[in-house]
């Protein structure tokens, strides 16, 4: 089945760039979607196919894909940014649904 | 508003069985492919089954395959899922989400407040 890898944890500080990576073989050829979830609640889709943006998420989040790496970037990072973020595609040769790990976005 | 509500977690012991609901408002349901996505207690996001709008079309996680079921009643707005034959790492919070897209692979939009399923003896 199709796997996704992310980093377990990135850091950055209040005003600065985040990136976020997501590897998978040839995920260029997949549409990627991202998600945020902060502690207790519900994950909140902010980057689909790539790199739109659903209505209401911010212009500081963007992503992009090439090659075997997605990623997503969080631009002017701000303390309610800390959160983990997932990424997902429709995966590999199998009807499924797959997430990436999961990556714990702190905000130092 | 669109929104989702999940009801039906519970406490329960290994072998049993369980039945969620996820009840649905504010969009056209059956325009939309739903799923159900977990998480277990520490651990990341683990989708688990999905349905076409039409509820003609079905896909499962090969770890629930053979023992969940999802199913959908349309005139009901109302997602299920029969879970049959728990074990331990079943538990987790289940949550049900909307496609984003009545067409293609988009993502889930809208996602519910999650109902927690708790298999142990």
């Known amino acids: 089945s199709y796997v996704l890898t992310q980093p377990p944890s990135v850091s950055v500080a209040p005003g600065q760039t985040a990136r976020i990576t997501c590897e998978g073989n040839?995920?260029?050829?997949?549409?990627v979607h991202w998600y945020q979830q902060k502690p207790g609640q519900a994950p909140v889709l902010v980057v689909y196919?790539?790199?739109d943006r659903p209505s209401g998420i911010p212009e500081r989040f963007s992503g992009s894909n090439s090659g075997n790496t997605a990623t997503l970037t969080i631009s002017r990072v701000e303390a309610g940014d800390e959160a983990d973020y997932y990424c997902?595609?429709?995966?590999?040769?199998?009807?499924?649904?797959?997430f990436g790990g999961g990556t714990k976005l702190t905000v130092l | 508003e669109v929104q989702l509500l999940e009801s039906g977690g519970g406490l329960l012991q290994p072998g049993g069985s369980l039945r969620l609901s996820c009840a649905a408002s504010?969009?056209?349901?059956?325009?939309?492919?739903m799923n159900w996505v977990r998480q277990a207690p520490g651990k990341g996001l683990e989708w688990v089954s999905g349905?076409?709008?039409?509820?003609?079309?079905?896909y499962y996680a090969d770890s629930v395959k053979g023992r969940f079921t999802i199913s959908r009643d349309n005139s009901k707005n109302t997602l299920y899922l029969q879970m049959n034959s728990l074990r331990a790492e079943d538990t987790a919070v289940y949550y049900c989400?909307?496609?984003?897209?009545?067409?293609?692979?988009?993502?889930?939009?809208?996602w519910g407040q999650g109902t927690t399923v708790t298999v142990s003896s």
């Open positions: 040839n995920i260029e050829s997949k549409s």
């Open positions: 997902q595609v429709w995966g590999g040769s199998s009807d499924h649904w797959v």
């Open positions: 989400a909307k496609d984003l897209a009545p067409i293609g692979r988009y993502g889930m939009d809208v």
């Open positions: 349905i076409s709008g039409s509820g003609g079309s079905t």
């Open positions: 504010g969009f056209t349901f059956n325009n939309y492919g």
């Open positions: 196919d790539d790199s």
